[in-house]
């Protein structure tokens, strides 16, 4: 493997812009980091090899006898957790461009994990080729550790709260197969069904967020199954859920695979559910799931007003809310869920609107085979 020097750059000094042309020894600038506990790195165009200043290593996790030089080394250190999560970004990082930030918990043998940050910038040669990349991590755990308090509470809450809307989900259910149930009492029953249910989807994203931020990814339990069946499914749901819009469902090729069946429910459910609230309600909202070979693609368009170019470039960011306030309700954690749904597939979902196109939202899944 190639050898690395740590690049301060080529010579041992700085020139400080607005001090008087004085200079700064290299060692003072990693006395000034050290005191700050500031770490900083540099990942080479190998995307493997990597080097950083001495107080970087402990913030990584790194025992004062370790010296690993390959990003591999260093992830033994990251939480299993994380681990996925944190190997996938490093390998994104390839395909990245600007500014990036990645947290993580990491720890040395026999010590307790701590959470680090860290923030870099990908490099690109002249023909825009990976160059590398380089930055600072610094140990977050002040401010990770109210939020992973509070990420765990939430979790404790949503869970507790199934069993309550469960027990008024089957009483809801029972009334209403009563034969003499008044007309009003029908009504009035039906109501808290629907009610329930949507608090019910809702314990679920806010269970699926918490677990997001908690352990970097969702469980994907993946089962020989067809997605075009699974999508059919959803559709017949909205259908019977929304009597007075269109759903059109087309299916093209072979669609067998690996697929987590309850987590793709809700991908599709959350797409089609997006599609109705912002879509225009004379249209039609058409769902469709075509054979790509090795893998499956799910689409979900609706015609209407566009979406900016502002709101579509954080359109699956957690609690983003329409610019729109008549149709921002709900959590707004339905298409973040979903994007997480189709990268735990090992997949990937992306957005286009316009006004002459509509609005669309497709995912690309893995079979898994």
């Known amino acids: 493997m190639t050898q690395h020097q740590w690049p301060f750059p080529s010579s041992s000094t700085f020139r400080t812009a607005g001090l008087g042309g004085n200079f700064i020894e290299e060692a003072a600038i990693e006395s000034v980091l050290a005191s700050a506990e500031v770490g900083v790195w540099q990942l080479f165009a190998d995307g493997q090899s990597f080097v950083v200043t001495p107080v970087t290593y402990p913030l990584l ?11 591999e080394q260093w992830l033994t250190r990251v939480h299993p957790a994380d681990l996925d ?4 970004e490093l390998e994104r990082l ?3 461009t600007g500014q990036f930030t ?7 043998a026999g010590a307790d994990s701590h959470w680090i940050e860290i923030r870099g910038r990908v ?6 080729l990976f160059a590398g990349a380089c930055g600072t991590v610094q140990d977050v755990t002040h401010r990770k550790e109210p939020e992973v308090f509070r990420d765990l509470l939430l979790a404790a809450l949503s869970h507790d709260l199934r069993d309550p809307l469960t027990a008024i989900q089957i009483g809801t259910s029972l009334l209403l197969r009563r034969e003499k ?3 009003r009492g029908t009504v009035t029953a039906k109501r808290v069904m629907a009610s329930a249910k949507r608090i019910s989807a809702m314990v679920d994203q806010v269970l699926d967020f918490t677990r997001l931020r908690v352990r970097g990814s969702l ?4 089962r020989r199954s067809n997605l075009g069946l699974i999508v059919a499914s959803v559709v017949d749901e909205m259908d019977l859920a929304h009597p007075g819009r269109q759903i059109e469902l087309e299916h093209d090729g072979n669609l067998d695979g690996r697929w987590d069946g309850d987590r793709l429910t809700r991908l599709v459910s959350n797409l089609v559910s997006n599609a109705l609230l912002h ?13 790509r070979g090795s893998e499956a693609l799910v689409v979900v368009h609706n015609r209407g007003a566009p979406i900016p170019a502002a709101e579509l470039a954080t359109i699956f960011d957690p609690f983003r809310r329409s610019a729109r306030p008549s149709t921002s309700v709900g959590l707004g954690l339905g298409l973040f869920i979903a994007h997480e749904i189709a990268r735990a597939h090992g997949g990937k979902m992306w957005a286009t609107s316009s006004a002459g196109e509509g609005t669309q939202f497709s995912a690309l899944l893995p079979r898994g085979l």
Request: net charge negative; charged share 35%.
């Open 61 to 71: 996790g790194m025992p004062d006898d370790e010296r690993p030089d390959t990003s």
């Open 85 to 88: 999560r944190v190997a996938g």
């Open 94 to 96: 390839r395909s990245h």
């Open 102 to 108: 990645l947290e993580a918990q990491v720890s040395a």
């Open 123 to 128: 490099l690109r040669d002249e023909a825009g």
């Open 181 to 183: 149930l008044e007309a």
């Open 219 to 222: 469980p994907c339990n993946r």
């Open 279 to 291: 879509g225009d309600a004379k249209a039609p909202v058409t769902v469709r799931a075509v054979d």
